[in-house]
């Protein structure tokens, strides 16, 4: 019996079922983008095989388990995670075999008390009756100022309860669920019903989500013991390596190394960060010139766009941006450009600003292939251009992809729409309806000249727009460009993280450690006034999440480097947050404040998922760069074996964090979404993925302290692991096309960039990997 339960608790058979879990999962992934989301729950997440591995899987954790009984205090953290995974298998179980999950449609003023419900192929199945009735009273749909786009949607309903005859009234909106009687109900979508010759609503429906999950909250019980259980596996794992460290010490009778940052060292280095951030925080452009007199004054008119108020210098910097595809015309100040456009709009419309955007678009419109740039005189009046467009339009009315030329015409379009905006003066809305703060603002009139937006700018304030201080604030977010100052601020870091890593120097280990400080206070301050002036956390798009991503790169560092102890930390810290904020700054990302849909509105979920994950993401990112670093030694400096060890146990002080933080984003994911839908998991391509990246760095880990994996293949395979990470990040949104996090660009240049990545990767290890068996080999004979 002995031997049976030693066999089901191999650490080998843990290592092997997480890496066939992980790979049924991609598997699955791949499959809903090319056979749908019904398939691949077919074929892969309910299919006998998939759910037999789990089944396996739970069986090797328990006997794990039941065989390390009796437990010391050392196990406590290995008996608390490993325990809370077969919490959430009995929690999963539950929901699997007794859930109740189905939609509830009314149109106003209409009753109902039966779901319809849907098998796992999505064919429709038995209607589900309620113990209970729901009455539509109203429907409201909020647009965000100014536009159709909905900030949110709710239902006014009436509950009836058919047992006791209790009736109730209450609300139901994103976010805001209806629990009662073990039932949620769920404001999930709605329609309305037009009139086909005015356009005007005649009535609205409601489509709500109806859920009754007996096994939801075991399953985040079984998430949160599991972080736990992480974060005390950490702690144990932190007071033996210093124990030992502390030996080592002893018997070594010398003292122990890494920088620390205290006492008068310590306030240098705080006097120089502070220093760096005070002058960027302070940072102003020199005093206008008298002739600038009128463009200053234009860009503090307020203006409204996108669902906000905000200042013209930033409607003008989109605008350029989006016309011409930079962030600036032949250097103008984008006031001036759209100046120009407003008031010269003749000139402007003959202009060559518009970017076409690619060669193939070019030819496809009659034009050289170099071309890159066409007037919207020239673009409008083009038969093959309108052709394009129009084939773009009928394909997204179909709901087809749109790829290669049709894409590229696509957004030509938008292009176009934008800077007709300006020449018909349609874009310029400075005039608030009083009152009425959700309405859309007026056209300036007179509009003849630049003297009249300047009096406009200058005169009385009206009511509705935004105060003084918010309009200063947002321009001095845009003037400042927290992270080109960022990087290049890190960037000198990194060069002195460098130069003290050669000299061995205790001064410019400060220094740089200083400029790692200096660095995470720009990228502080601009998150702070990103967030400020969009009045919500800034973690909706790519561009602020990367923000988010070298954040948490410095603020792992600043917290790590005591407890570490390891120079490490800060030369591998300024280069990560260095290059991310070069890239932050320096790709064509749209970096500018849109609204956020309902569904990211309204919660506070928002704002602590996704700094969660993206922290997760930037210690894994720190773990792959000190991975490469120790391949690169490995092949050229051999006889470094001090060096590569300390890297290899930086790395896995890496893994162990990163994954901490890991689970802690998908539990609290887990938990926004059962908020929002309903759902604490929906099989969605994001989900699986941030899965699919947890299980590959538990399979690591694993096989490290089973010795199954050597220094070298941890390092190595962390590379590998590393590339789920990206597939999360990145992978779900631009390659599969699928999902609630798709931006469905699945020609987009970011697949070539990814595979371009993994190739690159694929020759490093292995050159790595030839490196390390030549030298085993070597060792071997001597």
């Given at each position: 019996m002995k031997r049976l339960l030693n066999q089901l608790a191999s650490l080998k058979l843990a290592v092997i079922l997480l890496v066939l879990l992980l790979v049924g999962l991609a598997a699955g992934?791949?499959?809903?983008?090319?056979?749908?989301?019904?398939?691949?729950?077919?074929?892969?997440?309910?299919?006998?095989?998939?759910l037999a591995l789990q089944g396996l899987f739970a069986v090797n954790v328990t006997a794990s388990i039941l065989s390390l009984a009796p437990w010391g205090k050392n196990r406590i953290g290995y008996v608390l995670t490993h325990a809370s995974m077969i919490v959430i298998f009995i929690g999963a179980g539950l929901t699997y075999f007794l859930k109740t999950e189905g939609q509830l449609g009314l149109w106003e003023g209409n009753s109902g008390g039966e779901i319809a419900v849907f098998d796992e192929a999505g064919q429709p199945g038995a209607p589900h009756k309620l113990p209970f009735t729901v009455k539509l009273d109203d429907f409201e749909v909020e647009n965000y100022p100014g536009t159709m786009r909905p900030s949110q949607f709710r239902s006014r309903v009436q509950v009836t309860d058919g047992e006791t005859g209790e009736t109730f009234a209450t609300e139901i909106y994103m976010n805001h669920p209806l629990?009662?009687?073990?039932?949620?109900?769920?404001?999930?979508?709605?329609?309305?019903?037009?009139?086909?010759?005015?356009?005007?609503?005649?009535?609205?429906?409601?489509?709500?989500?109806?859920?009754?999950?007996?096994?939801?909250?075991?399953?985040?019980?079984?998430?949160?013991?599991?972080?736990?259980?992480?974060?005390?596996?950490?702690?144990?794992?932190?007071?033996?390596?210093?124990?030992?460290?502390?030996?080592?010490?002893?018997?070594?009778?010398?003292e122990a190394g890494g920088p620390r940052p205290a006492g008068r060292a310590g306030k240098a280095a705080a006097a120089v960060a502070l220093a760096l951030?005070?002058?960027?925080?302070?940072?102003?452009?020199?005093?206008?010139?008298?002739?600038?007199?009128?463009?200053?004054?234009?860009?503090?008119?307020?203006?409204?766009?996108?669902?906000?108020?905000?200042?013209?210098?930033?409607?003008?910097?989109?605008?350029?941006?989006?016309?011409?595809?930079?962030?600036s015309w032949n250097g103008e100040d984008p006031v001036v450009t759209v100046a120009q456009w407003l008031f010269d709009p003749m000139r402007a419309s003959n202009t060559p600003l518009v970017e076409l955007g690619s060669p193939e678009l070019a030819v496809a419109v009659g034009l050289p292939s170099g071309t890159k740039y066409a007037s919207f005189s020239q673009l409008v009046s083009s038969q093959r251009v309108l052709g394009l467009m129009q084939q773009a339009r009928q394909a997204a009315a179909q709901d087809r992809p749109r790829t290669g030329v049709l894409s590229e015409a696509e957004k030509l379009e938008g292009r176009l729409v934008w800077m007709q905006g300006f020449l018909e003066r349609e874009k310029l809305r400075a005039i608030p309806v009083a009152g009425q703060p959700r309405a859309r603002w007026g056209v300036p009139q007179p509009m003849g000249s630049v003297d009249d937006l300047v009096a406009l700018s200058t005169g009385p304030r009206l009511e509705g727009w935004p105060s003084p201080a918010a309009i200063d604030r947002e321009i001095l977010y845009k003037k400042v460009r927290a992270t080109r100052v960022a990087w290049i601020v890190l960037l000198g870091a990194l060069v002195l993280s460098l130069v003290a890593w050669s000299r061995r120097s205790r001064l410019l280990d400060v220094l740089a450690f200083a400029g790692l400080l200096g660095g995470f206070g720009v990228m502080s301050w601009g998150i702070a006034m990103r967030w400020a002036v969009a009045g919500r956390i800034p973690a909706s798009n790519m561009y602020e999440s990367l923000l988010f991503l070298a954040w948490g790169v410095g603020l792992f560092a600043v917290v790590a480097l005591p407890v570490l102890r390891n120079r490490l930390v800060v030369l591998n810290a300024n280069a990560m947050a260095a290059l991310t904020m070069a890239l932050t700054d320096l790709l064509p990302i749209d970096r500018f404040i849109h609204p956020m849909p309902p569904v990211l509105s309204g919660t506070p979920w928002l704002a602590i998922h996704v700094p969660i994950i993206m922290v997760g993401y930037s210690v894994l990112a720190l773990g792959v760069v000190i991975a490469h670093m120790q391949i690169g030694f490995t092949m050229f400096a051999p006889r470094r074996t001090d060096l590569t060890n300390r890297m290899a146990d930086l790395n896995y002080w890496?893994?162990?964090?990163?994954?901490?933080?890991?689970?802690?984003?998908?539990?609290?994911?887990?938990?926004?979404?059962?908020?929002?839908?309903?759902?604490?998991?929906?099989?969605?391509?994001?989900?699986?993925?941030?899965?699919?990246?947890?299980?590959?760095?538990?399979a690591i880990v694993h096989g490290r302290f089973d010795k199954l994996i050597g220094q070298f293949g941890v390092a190595a395979l962390s590379i590998v692991a590393f590339q789920t990470i990206l597939m999360t990040y990145l992978g779900v949104n631009y390659v599969l096309g699928t999902g609630l996090h798709s931006y469905g660009m699945g020609d987009s240049p970011v697949v070539k960039w990814m595979i371009l990545v993994a190739l690159a990767e694929a020759a490093f290890v292995g050159w790595g990997w030839y490196a390390h068996a030549r030298q085993q080999r070597e060792a071997a004979v001597a």
């Open positions: 992934t791949i499959i809903e983008s090319s056979r749908g989301a019904p398939v691949a729950q077919q074929t892969v997440y309910y299919a006998w095989w998939f629990h009662y009687r073990g039932y949620s109900l769920f404001q999930s979508s709605y329609q309305q019903d037009r009139d086909p010759q005015t356009n005007e609503i005649r009535r609205e429906a409601t489509i709500l989500s109806v859920s009754k999950d007996p096994g939801q909250t075991i399953v985040f019980v079984g998430y949160t013991f599991l972080v736990l259980g992480m974060i005390v596996v950490l702690g144990t794992r932190m007071v033996e390596a210093r124990k030992r460290a502390e030996l080592e010490r002893m018997l070594d009778g010398g951030f005070a002058g960027v925080a302070s940072a102003q452009a020199p005093a206008a010139l008298d002739g600038w007199a009128k463009v200053d004054a234009m860009r503090r008119l307020p203006v409204q766009h996108d669902g906000r108020s905000m200042p013209l210098d930033t409607l003008a910097r989109e605008a350029v941006w989006n016309v011409t595809g930079k962030y890496y893994m162990l964090v990163g994954n901490i933080l890991l689970i802690a984003g998908i539990l609290t994911g887990s938990i926004w979404a059962a908020s929002s839908w309903g759902r604490y998991w929906g099989w969605d391509p994001k989900e699986v993925w941030s899965l699919v990246a947890f299980l590959a760095y538990m």
